[in-house]
């Protein structure tokens, strides 16, 4: 069976029907890492859904930028502007290691959910789990110190914590890239001693 489908799966059950209709729509693509995906001058025009990989989401002004989000495999590649508005994003997605992505046409996804509903479902989980993801990190941004944030996202995204560059983690922390690395160095010598941070 097709890996989509698991994919899929994780957001919600859907139909033989169904799958069969995504699978003839199906694109596979691989990109190599530091590869942008969407960005305001490059609108997104395909539903992705990761199967190996990393990605982030970012926003750019002049030459600072700020991660806002991370995505694995299993996840759906979106920015909310351009999947629910058609709006142009303003934020922009980028491949943080090599990846392997199933895709599907944004128009023919919208043309299968139509004709599925069990698909639209699927829409909805993804915007709903991206939401409270969202609400989560909120809530850790303004009730956790820093010490508390670098613990709770180390074991919560232990894959993302030894892939990505230090500076997109540190940004999506809202900390300094020092800080960062002072709070890693100091996680692995307690790690080396048996020491739990």
């Keep these: 069976m097709h890996k989509i ?77 351009t999947f629910v508005d058609d709006e142009l994003s303003m934020d922009y997605v980028e491949t943080c290691t090599d990846v392997k992505l199933y895709g599907i046409s944004k128009k023919d996804f919208q043309a299968l959910m139509l004709m599925n509903p069990d698909l639209e479902k699927v829409s909805g989980k993804i915007l709903e789990r991206r939401l409270t993801r969202f609400e989560k990190r909120m809530q850790d941004l303004y009730t956790l110190t820093e010490e508390d944030l670098f613990v709770k996202f180390g074991k919560d995204f232990p894959a993302i914590f030894f892939q990505v560059d230090d500076r997109h983690i540190a940004s999506y922390l809202r900390m300094s890239t020092s800080m960062f690395s002072k709070l890693k160095k100091k996680a692995i010598l307690e790690k080396k001693s048996g020491i739990t941070l």
């Excluded at 199906?26 to 539903?47: A, C, H, N, Y």
């Design 5 to 81: 489908f698991a994919l899929l799966c994780n957001y919600n059950i859907i139909s033989e029907r169904t799958y069969n209709a995504v699978l003839q729509k199906l694109v596979i693509s691989e990109f190599k890492q530091g590869t942008i995906l969407i960005s305001p001058e490059r609108p997104q025009d395909m539903v992705y859904f990761i199967a190996e990989g990393i990605t982030r989401n970012f926003y750019r002004h002049h030459d600072q930028e700020w991660t806002h989000g991370f995505d694995m495999a299993g996840d759906c590649i979106m920015t909310s502007a």
